[in-house]
């Protein structure tokens, strides 16, 4: 289910939540209002930080991104020997900023010559291209490109 889905699911409970007891006549005590509406909060406070992170936006910074890779544990995982787990680890490094509300970008490269992958990830700080090795945290900014926002 995508975030819009589940922010609209989540509003659409809230007024059921807190209407539907009310009907019949009945009289709601304070103790189930209070139920509710502390449902009610806890609620609106899923659909903030789903919204925070809606949609995904760049790093702030390069010491922002830094800061992240550090803090994320897939570089520090076994080393890989094969191509498609290391693009594997790279899509993981991808999903887990994808949930912090980040963009990263994985790609490769296959050289026929030496018969050799590549695979990296990268991102737009202020438009400027960073790249590095999702078995590292070690970033390098691409400056053959110039600027690409």
Excluded at 92 to 116: E, K
Excluded at 120 to 131: E, L, M, N
Aim: proline share 3%; glycine share 6%.
């Amino acid at each position: 289910m995508n975030k819009k889905a589940l922010v609209g699911a989540v509003l659409l409970m809230v007024p059921i939540i807190l209407f539907g007891a009310c009907g019949g006549g009945d009289n709601v005590s304070q103790e189930e209002y209070d139920v509710v509406v502390a449902e009610r909060d806890a609620l609106q406070a899923q659909v903030d930080e789903l919204q925070s992170k809606c949609p995904p936006g760049n790093f702030s910074s390069l010491t922002d991104l830094e800061s992240w890779l550090r803090s994320n544990s897939v570089s520090e995982e076994s080393p890989i020997t094969y191509a498609d787990a290391w693009y594997r680890k790279a899509l993981r490094l991808q999903q887990d900023a994808l949930q912090d509300g980040y963009l990263i970008f994985v790609d490769y490269d296959y050289d026929i010559d030496s018969d050799l992958y590549s695979v990296w990830c990268t991102t737009i700080i202020h438009g400027r291209i960073f790249y590095w090795d999702p078995e590292s945290d070690e970033v390098f900014e691409e400056f053959g490109l110039g600027t690409v926002e």
